[in-house]
């Protein structure tokens, strides 16, 4: 017979593993990727106040804008209920310095539920519908320069198309059953309860005219190379000559950086988004796996075509980083017995959970090492992926499983039904998920 051990040890146990663990994964989290000596300039929004909508503002927005009523200090990020229907209202004054030469100001928000509209010096900026996607607004014709700025966010929160439990209710919010909750006893530690606010950064960042507005990259192991996938935005009327360039650096490791430069004959970049796609090779790569996650760094710069200055030499608008690991995931689709699920063309079985809002509320009370341990708990258990149950979670939260070799799977929040009338809206929020 096997002697029982103690709750006292096995918690000692426990305890020496984890830390183990965490020493050998040290290592991973180190960043070696240099400096790219360009960064954009940005001013966060922290201090907000906050009240639920009376009688009187539905009446007159102004009520609001001019900051009548009572109102509560909150600081962002700001989570809470009731769940079920209701408005209210974040409210910030702020001071925003001389905008730089040639730049452009955008307001990012990088999370807000459910329905958000947006007003800056009593100008409605625009608004957004969802409760997990980025999103932002060139605001620089309505900022003021070395003045006082009042930024209002109305946040509208409705009952999930799945509805309520126990209550015979149907609403339009496309929401499933999972996110980071609130601290209240009754609903705010129930199971995910779908509550609203600001639950994520708010900041104001400047840009060039023509920026880099996202970068997706695709590894490929197999033939030695990746394809970047990189969207560039044209904020001026006109199109504009531009040349792209992308240097993979080491990111968790040391070792030679290679840099590609894509013709200069690719399409000039028009008014509004542009889409790029180049490959770059990378030779004798070490390979992403759950034990050793190695990652890289694909820099990719954005330049001036238009008037080149010779004496200066490349004239750079822009420089952006995507962190990546040279992995595939695939399923077999040929064989007799189809199905069989692939990891870097070896057969691997899924081991994993379900993820219920508390990563999302480690990003959310900056606590990066509390993040970590979640993640070295699951792999002691021996997991080796999280399912980030019916929501996109903080880009964090995938940086560090990237970091610390934990495969995710992330699906759109939906559960059960869709009210027909939000089949579009579901359609769009797949497109932004993606």
């Not at 509805?163 to 995910?192: F, R, S």
């Amino acid at each position: 017979r096997i002697p029982e051990k103690s709750y006292d040890t096995l918690i000692d146990e426990f305890k020496a593993e984890l830390a183990a663990l965490k020493d050998k994964f040290k290592t991973f989290m180190t960043c070696y990727t240099p400096e790219s000596g360009i960064r954009r300039k940005s001013k966060e929004l922290k201090a907000f106040k906050f009240r639920y909508e009376s009688a009187d503002d539905r009446e007159d927005i102004r009520h609001v804008l001019e900051g009548g009523g009572e109102w509560e200090a909150v600081d962002i990020p700001d989570y809470r209920g009731p769940v079920g229907k209701w408005t209210g209202y974040y409210r910030t004054i702020f001071s925003y310095p001389e905008i730089t030469s040639c730049k452009r100001v955008f307001i990012c928000f990088l999370g807000v539920d459910y329905i958000a509209d947006i007003y800056l010096n009593n100008r409605h900026i625009g608004s957004h519908e969802g409760f997990f996607a980025p999103f932002e607004f060139d605001v620089t014709d309505f900022i003021r320069q070395d003045a006082c700025n009042v930024l209002l966010v109305q946040i509208k929160n409705d009952i999930p198309t799945v509805g309520l439990d126990g209550q015979d209710l149907d609403g339009d919010k496309i929401y499933a059953c999972t996110g980071p909750g609130w601290d209240d006893p009754v609903e705010g530690w129930h199971h995910c309860p779908p509550g609203a606010g600001i639950y994520n950064k708010v900041l104001f960042e400047e840009r060039s005219e023509l920026f880099i507005d996202s970068i997706f990259i695709r590894p490929d192991i197999d033939n030695s190379c990746i394809e970047a996938r990189v969207q560039v935005y044209n904020t001026s009327t006109f199109n504009k000559n531009i040349r792209l360039s992308a240097t993979i650096h080491p990111f968790n490791f040391k070792g030679e950086s290679s840099e590609t430069i894509i013709p200069a004959d690719i399409e000039p970049a028009g008014p509004g988004i542009n889409y790029y796609r180049f490959k770059c090779a990378i030779h004798d790569y070490r390979l992403w796996q759950p034990d050793e996650p190695w990652l890289y760094s694909a820099r990719i710069s954005l330049e001036n075509c238009e008037e080149p200055d010779h004496d200066q030499g490349r004239q750079i608008f822009d420089v952006e980083d995507s962190v990546f690991g040279m992995r595939k995931f695939h399923m077999d689709e040929t064989g007799e017995e189809k199905g069989t699920l692939y990891l870097n063309n070896r057969p691997v079985i899924l081991r994993g959970a379900n993820d219920m809002g508390h990563m999302q509320q480690c990003v959310m009370k900056n606590d990066p090492d509390q993040l970590i341990e979640d993640i070295l708990i699951a792999k002691l258990a021996n997991m080796n992926y999280y399912r980030f149950t019916q929501r996109p979670v903080q880009k964090e939260i995938y940086h560090y499983c990237d970091m610390l070799g934990m495969m995710n799977q992330t699906d759109l929040p939906l559960f059960g039904q869709l009210r027909r009338n939000q089949f579009c809206e579901a359609l769009r929020q797949t497109a932004e998920m993606e």
